[in-house]
């Protein structure tokens, strides 16, 4: 190589190129691995959980409103024809209604004759003491506040439009009101303010005599206008877990550092407190208090070649990376020594979060599984941490005077599976995904958006108000 | 240095490392692309099909023949050189006959020495693509015209003529450059 070539060549080497912008990896990269024809690098998860967070709240309020409308239908809806149910009748109502209904075939067995071809001679009424929580309403209304669930039978006297409309099969019968003083008996539960049934139809059984329900017919009843069905129960839950807690750096460069991600080792654990509301028997919205303690083990390298960082060294001694760059002859050619040098931080953080969840649940007999979304508020209560320096020095240091973000949010996904000891309690195992969407940044070059798993295992116990 | 860590993960299709090695190594890259395509708007899709290329090819380096350096230097250039020759649709090389010869010309007489990089690099903007491209193969890249005959696929004969011619052409230029500069032209 003569003077000219080393000129040329020296012009060359000892010019440190500037990268023109649109040249970072995260510009370049699709286009790279295009041209490579590899699967493009995964996106981060924060995308992914708000779309599974709309789409379980996009459920949960359809689902919710299809069970609230269709049980609604079911049972209390217009014109809804109600299953056939049987009513016990106690000995001495019998007995009595036998009475009523000795008189009342007496008073009108010519003119039903007269006014119908079938039996119906044998036509009484009744008053039912003794009834199923179930026969005739929805909801259970024990309360008294839904649609009366027994029929106050009066005796009256039949005309001859009474019978035509008891002799049709499916008339409707008109519920405008109930009387409230009487947890029983309703009166004028129906628009002819009468109900008549046929004596024929009251059996024996061991349990007593019971009044095989309908007998006219199927009656359909229609919902009050002023009754709207109890949208959000009053069970609660609480419950108790811990588990383990797994985590990872989303880690955010600024382009001269890189963190030895293969290295790191990490045990982290959490506590949960945690109350529920039962909205509804699947649906469940619950929140709490977690207590996550963080702690991890990762090395700092720098691998930039062409950069010199030797101004890091005026940096705290925490600073993640160092380099020095030197020169050494190898004949002619000028060639790059590169020193790499490693520190090892050790971090704990501990942090308070409230979690907001929203839960869909599938109910078995003695299993239930479940999915839901939500929110985490978190505050850092505590960060501190050491490091083992380049010269291998031990560090301590207060991250408290250099995590700049003290509160954040998450996004959390979940999924569950609880296992039903009793009616009170369930054990329960609790799997969760929190992606922060803050960043954290605890020292002066890294920053991280922290992705954690939590596995956790707990009881539960439910209660009803 | 690139580590070698980073090497194995890369060679396992690692995203993680292929970022790693990208921003570690770019700048270098960047620099030979620059000096072989001068159309700015082509920068980054050469850096992108070097980078494509290194990635795919990295399985086949080998550390015990060589740093990886000159591995990836010689991909970068292979690049370059394609698509020099995809877009000027005519051989690389330069015919004797298209130039005028320089007449001799005395090194020391040139004043060569007083040229910063932005005029060199404005003299080697105005050079014929075959002279450029052998001039910074051999002369900047430091391949053997051995090597330069196998990548342009001419003879070593030729290589060395086109050597020749590249660096009077230079000279030339260079005499006026600092001609010009004497009398305050530019």
């Known amino acids: ?465 | 240095m690139i580590e070698k860590k980073i090497i194995n993960k890369c060679r396992k299709g690692d995203q993680r490392a292929f970022r790693e090695l990208y921003n570690a190594t770019v700048p270098y890259i960047f620099s030979i692309v620059k000096r072989y395509v001068f159309a700015e708007s082509d920068w980054k899709d050469v850096v992108q099909d070097a980078f494509a290329q290194i990635f795919t090819k990295i399985n086949v380096y080998d550390e015990n023949k060589g740093d990886f350096k000159p591995f990836i230097r010689k991909i970068t250039v292979n690049i370059c050189l394609m698509h020099i020759r995809k877009n000027k649709k005519t051989p690389l090389l330069t015919s004797m006959s298209d130039f005028e010869e320089p007449a001799s010309i005395d090194l020391d007489q040139m004043r060569f020495q007083n040229l910063n990089r932005t005029d060199i690099e404005n003299i080697l903007k105005d050079m014929p693509d075959g002279y450029r491209a052998i001039f910074l193969l051999h002369v900047i890249d430091e391949f053997t015209y051995e090597e330069i005959s196998e990548m342009l696929e001419i003879t070593k004969e030729t290589v060395r003529s086109q050597m020749f011619r590249a660096k009077k052409w230079i000279m030339k230029k260079s005499i006026i450059q600092y001609k010009k500069s004497s009398y305050g032209l530019f």
């Open chain 1, 1 to 465: 190589m003569d003077s000219f070539d080393k000129k040329m060549k020296d012009a060359f080497e000892a010019y440190d190129e500037q990268i023109p912008e649109g040249m970072s990896w995260d510009e370049m990269a699709p286009g790279i691995l295009d041209k490579m024809d590899v699967p493009k690098e995964k996106k981060r998860f924060t995308l992914l959980f708000v779309l599974i967070g709309i789409g379980f709240i996009s459920l949960g309020a359809f689902m919710t409103y299809h069970f609230m409308h269709e049980e609604g239908n079911k049972n209390v809806g217009p014109y809804t024809t109600l299953p056939e149910q049987q009513i016990t009748v106690s000995e001495q109502k019998l007995k009595s209604i036998e009475e009523k209904s000795t008189l009342e075939t007496t008073d009108n067995t010519e003119e039903l004759q007269s006014n119908t071809t079938t039996k119906t001679n044998n036509i009484v009424s009744i008053d039912v003491e003794s009834h199923s929580s179930t026969a005739y309403s929805y909801p259970a209304s024990k309360d008294q506040s839904g649609v009366a669930k027994i029929v106050h039978l009066e005796e009256q006297e039949t005309t001859a439009m009474d019978k035509e409309e008891l002799n049709q099969p499916h008339k409707v019968v008109e519920v405008n009101n109930y009387d409230k003083q009487s947890s029983h008996h309703v009166r004028g539960l129906f628009d002819h303010k009468r109900l008549s049934v046929q004596k024929t139809a009251f059996l024996n059984n061991q349990s007593g005599s019971q009044l095989a329900y309908p007998l006219v017919g199927k009656m359909l009843l229609k919902e009050p206008k002023d009754y709207n069905p109890p949208f959000l129960s009053k069970a609660f839950y609480i419950a108790f877990d811990a588990g383990l807690m797994f985590w990872d750096w989303n880690q955010t460069e600024d382009g001269t550092v890189s963190i030895d991600q293969y290295e790191r080792e990490q045990l982290s654990y959490n506590v949960n407190g945690r109350i529920g509301w039962q909205l509804h028997k699947n649906w469940s919205l619950e929140t709490g208090l977690q207590l996550k303690s963080f702690e991890s083990e990762f090395n700092g390298v720098f691998y930039d070649e062409y950069k010199d960082r030797t101004d890091t060294l005026e940096q705290p001694i925490y600073n993640v990376v160092t380099r020095v760059v030197s020169y050494e002859q190898q004949g002619e050619i000028e060639v790059d020594v590169f020193e790499k040098r490693t520190i090892r931080h050790f971090n704990a953080l501990v942090q308070l979060s409230v979690p907001v969840v929203a839960s869909f649940q599938w109910n078995r007999k003695k299993w239930a599984l479940s999915a839901g979304a939500g929110a985490n508020i978190s505050y850092m209560l505590l960060s501190k941490g050491r490091s083992i320096n380049a010269q291998e020095q031990l560090v301590e240091y207060n991250a408290n005077t250099t995590l700049r973000s003290f509160a954040g949010f998450d996004l959390v996904g979940r999924f569950g599976l609880d296992y039903k000891l009793n009616d009170s309690y369930a054990l329960y195992t609790d799997i969760r995904v929190n992606q922060a969407l803050n960043t954290w940044t605890i020292d002066s070059e890294m920053s991280r958006n922290p992705l954690h798993y939590t596995i956790n295992l707990g009881v539960k116990k439910r209660f009803a108000l």
